[in-house]
Each structure stands twice: as structure tokens, then as C-alpha cells.
């Protein structure tokens, strides 16, 4: 066998070795980017906020039109440093699903969190190759003690124009300064009311509010053919915009009105 046929098998033998591997991709999916605040006054809540199904922290982003997308990877620092420095470490990974877009991969709620701490987070797009991009624009939020106390509830039925009352905490550590109530017809699926109003107590005692109190919602007084329901947002901190960084939110509580 001569030379040049010794160097070709080696040539193909190589070949055939290597170049069935899988070449990593080279290029990274892009940055993601996060969800602006809205402001308390708006209906509609987006980007980072306090849940209202658990006690957590609510982030979102927009989803990465990269194909080949494997997920996102979600980083959080506690600010817990007299320094004010900032450790980021991974906190979960939240996996795309592509074969069935009702299932969303633009959100997480970090429920391992303590109150009056802020946290900061950050995403980066994870592609199928393992390849990370750069990391997104980075949010924070603190979350404080929810509302508790919250009537009416399901427990005895309503007047037809309710009055609303919860109480907070009087802990001087949680700024909270204003209330957002929403109030929502479930029968007909619609909003009928959203209103702010100053925080009044600070001795946690509670505070109430009668529904419709400013005369613009859209059903003056309530129905007992229809099921209604409620919730309350405590504000605290906010940043130059007057999106807050500080506060919690109730539950959704459901009620109806006496016949």
C-alpha cells in the first residue's frame, strides 16, 4: 500500500470520526427582554409584581423568537449586603414548549422569598446547544405581608352596594401607602370597578372602603343573580416612573349578595 493511500483512509478515517458530532451552534439566541412595570393605577398587570395565587414574586418577559429555543434561565440576587453587592446565582430554569404555546414559558413566581428583602432578577435565552445569550435588562421587587381580613367572602352574603374592609400589618418596615381594589362581575366575566385610595391605618386595626365610592363603576349597586369578586393591592416604594417596587396583593375572593 502506498503512501498517498495510507494518507487518504486516514483522511476519511478522521473524517468520519469527528465530523459526525454535533457542531455546537455558534451563534447565541437573543437577549430577552423584560416585561415593563405597569403603574398601579393601570387595570391590566405586567412585569414584576407581587402574585396573587401565591406568596411570590410574579417576573416576565417577552418571549425569544429564536428557533431552536430550549428555554430561559432565571438569576436572582438577594440585596442583602451592607455593601449594596449583588451575588446573582441560578435560581431554575424555565423550559420552552413549542409543540403547545397554552403552556407559557415567559414567567416565573419565586415563592423563596422573605418580606422587606429586594430581590433583583435577570433571564437569559438558553438554545438547544447549551448556548446562553446575554444577559436581559435586570428588574427588582420586594415583596411585603398581603392584605388579610378581606370581606366579603363567600361566608355571608353581601348588601347590594358592599363595603370593603381588610387590615395590614402595623409594621413600620413595609412602606405600604396606598390600596388599588379591583372588582370584578364573574357571571358576566367583566370589570366593574377599579379604584386607589390612600392608606388611612397604621395601627392595623383595618381600614374599609364602600363599593362605588367615587360613582364610576359601571354597575351602581350589586345583583344577587350574579357572582362577584375582589381583590386588594398594598403599594409601597416606587421608582421615578411611579411603577412600584415594594408591595403584595390578595387573593381573588369571591362573595354574592343577599337576595
Same mark, same amino acid.
Given at each position: ?34 416585561? &415593563? ?60 414548549? &413549542? ?161
Amino acid at each position: 500500500m502506498n503512501k498517498m493511500l495510507v494518507l487518504m483512509i486516514t483522511i476519511l478515517l478522521m473524517f468520519t470520526i469527528f465530523g459526525c458530532e454535533d457542531i455546537e451552534d455558534p451563534n447565541p439566541p437573543q437577549r430577552p427582554v423584560m416585561v &415593563p412595570k405597569s403603574l398601579p393605577w393601570e387595570y391590566v398587570e405586567k412585569g414584576i409584581d407581587a402574585d396573587d395565587i401565591v406568596t411570590g414574586i410574579f417576573v416576565e418577559w417577552y418571549r425569544n423568537p429564536d428557533p431552536g429555543m430550549d428555554g430561559y434561565i432565571v438569576y436572582r440576587a438577594a440585596d442583602t449586603s451592607d455593601t449594596g453587592k449583588l451575588d446573582f446565582v441560578r435560581k431554575d430554569t424555565v423550559f420552552s414548549y &413549542p409543540l403547545n404555546p397554552m403552556l407559557s414559558d415567559t414567567e416565573f413566581v419565586d415563592t423563596d422569598v422573605d418580606f422587606g428583602t429586594i430581590y433583583y432578577y435577570f433571564v437569559r435565552a438558553l438554545g438547544i446547544s447549551e448556548n446562553k445569550s446575554e444577559p436581559s435588562d435586570t428588574v427588582r421587587y420586594s415583596l411585603t405581608p398581603p392584605p388579610s381580613n378581606c370581606l366579603p367572602n363567600l361566608s355571608e352574603p353581601a348588601e347590594n352596594i358592599p363595603e370593603f374592609s381588610w387590615q395590614y400589618s402595623n409594621d413600620f418596615q413595609f412602606g405600604i401607602n396606598y390600596y388599588y381594589i379591583r372588582v370584578e362581575n364573574l357571571t358576566t366575566r367583566s370589570v366593574i370597578w377599579f379604584y386607589g385610595v390612600p392608606r388611612l391605618d397604621y395601627t392595623g386595626q383595618g381600614q374599609t372602603l364602600r363599593y362605588n365610592a367615587d360613582g364610576k363603576a359601571s354597575e351602581a349597586v350589586l345583583s344577587p343573580q350574579n357572582t362577584y369578586r375582589w381583590k386588594i393591592d398594598a403599594i409601597g416604594r416606587q421608582n421615578i416612573d411611579g411603577s412600584e417596587i415594594e408591595g403584595s396583593e390578595s387573593r381573588w375572593i369571591t362573595f354574592q349578595i343577599k337576595d
